[in-house]
């Protein structure tokens, strides 16, 4: 979580820059390949999770990763198939057929695109720092433990490989960073392991191969209302999860390489390379965060080119080089795995320095957004019960503010008696705060008139106004007359709209 100053890419960070820079060029493609490779056992895994051949999950990373690099609105962020969409769809694949599914893709698309053009993006300024906190310490936990299926139950050897890999990036960017060091270590185990023959698991035993290329495909499913009654429920599903996925995901890659992405084209561009991806009988997807970070923050990449790379490099290397790619190693990936986990954990947020001065409603939010994601396997749902914890706990805390004071008693009627007693109300009214209002007016020993001064207030909901009437109400069944004085412009306006039409006071 870095500076929170954006600025627009320039030079090298455009794909007209990094064409003009050899430098900027190579560590492009050299992250495209490292991506690429780490795609392969994420969109087979992935497709297991949806119930579908892996070609599926395969050719919709290709599809999603080429397409998004073109009508994408963040730079060298990868969009491929993902778990969170697998789990969203997979109940239409099981239940209906691929056909189905394939029709839910394209509609989740659609929805992508219409949410996107009315806004939905500009939602993103309601989530937190605590909940991109919690996110992404979600993320990289998710990213672990995702790897320990390969690290249990499998040959001694595949430890010692782990252990060489892990040194390899640990050491060699301290010599040099012409070769990205997740590529020297996938290249040099797999290397070792068809030298020797060592017998480890590998990427062929994740699942088959495609060996040939996607092809343009009408979903076989009647073009009815029945048809739109079962898809469009995991439609919109899928819609709401890719756009939050991938809009926290840009938000991330922003503060990382403190640039400004267009959030409103990112989520009709997901749409776009989702309908483009169900065409191509594909699974559907949005941003892979951990393959982002292998390309960003691990390789460096900043351009479009190592996205559309990543996807061409995919294809490439699963339908031309299959029998290849087949052959390397779990545990060079799982390897790049752990270091992407690694490097994602914002580290500092759990420090016990941290965690001391940080107020307990913040660090709370942070732990619902890592224990809900964690417990769920999706990010969405981690994301969603941060905010409304978020909000939770900033309405308990703006609530507390208000307060009632008696600061005067004036006016005497013609014996000497108290006429006239004055209230002033303090602090954000709201229906967290002002529900308690009510209660702390003297309506029984109160003078005939009562002014209440709202100087220091501001009304912000229909919930204020009904508290307001009722006081009114209450001092009227005993014959006192209320005035309401000090109201701001926007608080007199709502106020004046409001007042005597809510029903009952209350």
């Known amino acids: 979580m870095v500076s929170m100053t954006h600025q627009p890419d320039t030079g090298e960070g455009t794909v007209r820059g990094a064409l003009r820079s050899p430098r900027r060029l190579r560590i492009e493609i050299l992250a495209g390949l490292v991506v690429a490779l780490a795609l392969i056992p994420e969109a087979i895994s992935f497709s297991i999770i949806a119930g579908v051949d892996p070609r599926v999950g395969l050719f919709a990373?290709?599809?999603m990763a080429v397409t998004i690099a073109v009508v994408g609105g963040r730079r060298a962020m990868i969009s491929a198939a993902t778990g969170a969409i697998a789990l969203v769809i997979a109940p239409v694949a099981r239940e209906h057929g691929l056909d189905y599914l394939i029709a839910t893709v394209i509609l989740g698309g659609v929805l992508q695109i219409v949410l996107s053009v009315v806004g939905v993006a500009k939602l993103m300024r309601f989530i937190p720092r605590s909940v991109m906190v919690g996110f992404v310490n979600a993320l990289a936990i998710l990213i672990f433990t995702a790897q320990l299926p390969h690290l249990l139950g499998v040959p001694w050897l595949v430890y010692p490989m782990v252990a060489i890999a892990l040194a390899t990036m640990v050491l060699l960017p301290k010599l040099t960073t012409v070769?990205?060091?997740p590529l020297v270590a996938i290249v040099a185990l797999t290397a070792a392991t068809m030298v020797f023959a060592l017998n480890v698991p590998n990427v062929?035993?994740?699942?088959?191969l495609p060996s040939s290329?996607?092809?343009?495909?009408i979903p076989d499913v009647p073009w009815n209302l029945d048809t739109l009654e079962i898809i469009a429920p995991y439609a919109l599903a899928m819609a709401l999860v890719g756009l939050l996925e991938s809009l926290m995901t840009a938000k991330l890659v922003d503060d990382i390489t403190d640039s400004h992405s267009d959030k409103t084209r990112e989520g009709w561009g997901q749409g776009v390379a989702n309908i483009v991806t169900g065409f191509f009988g594909g699974m559907g997807g949005c941003a892979m965060i951990g393959q982002t970070m292998i390309n960003v923050k691990v390789s460096g990449a900043r351009t479009r080119i190592s996205t559309f790379l990543a996807g061409v490099f995919l294809l490439i290397m699963v339908v031309g080089l299959g029998g290849l790619v087949a052959k390397i190693p779990m545990a060079a990936l799982v390897a790049v795995m752990i270091m992407v986990s690694v490097g994602t954990?914002?580290?500092h947020s759990i420090a016990p320095k941290t965690l001391r001065r940080m107020p307990i409603a913040e660090t709370t939010v942070m732990l619902v957004t890592v224990a809900i994601t964690v417990a769920t396997h999706n990010l969405a749902y981690g994301v969603i019960?941060?905010?409304l914890?978020?909000?939770?706990?900033?309405?308990?805390?703006v609530a507390h503010f208000t307060e009632v004071i008696q600061v005067a008693e004036a006016d005497t009627d013609h014996d000497g008696a108290i006429d006239t007693r004055v209230y002033q109300v303090r602090g954000e009214l709201f229906f967290a705060s002002s529900n308690d209002l009510v209660y702390q007016f003297d309506y029984a020993g109160d003078p005939a008139n009562i002014?209440?001064?709202m100087s220091d207030a501001h009304i912000w909901d229909a919930s204020t106004v009904a508290t307001l009437d009722a006081i009114t109400t209450k001092y009227a069944t005993k014959g006192k007359n209320v005035q309401i004085i000090g109201l701001n412009e926007a608080s007199e306006a709502r106020h004046d709209l409001l007042s005597g039409h809510l029903a009952g006071g209350h």
């Open 61 to 63: 990373s290709f599809t």
């Open 179 to 181: 070769v990205p060091a």
């Open 204 to 208: 062929g035993d994740e699942g088959e």
């Open 213 to 217: 290329l996607p092809s343009w495909l």
């Open 345 to 347: 954990m914002d580290w």
């Open 385 to 387: 019960a941060g905010v």
């Open 389 to 397: 914890t978020a909000m939770i706990a900033f309405a308990h805390r």
């Open 451 to 453: 002014v209440i001064d």
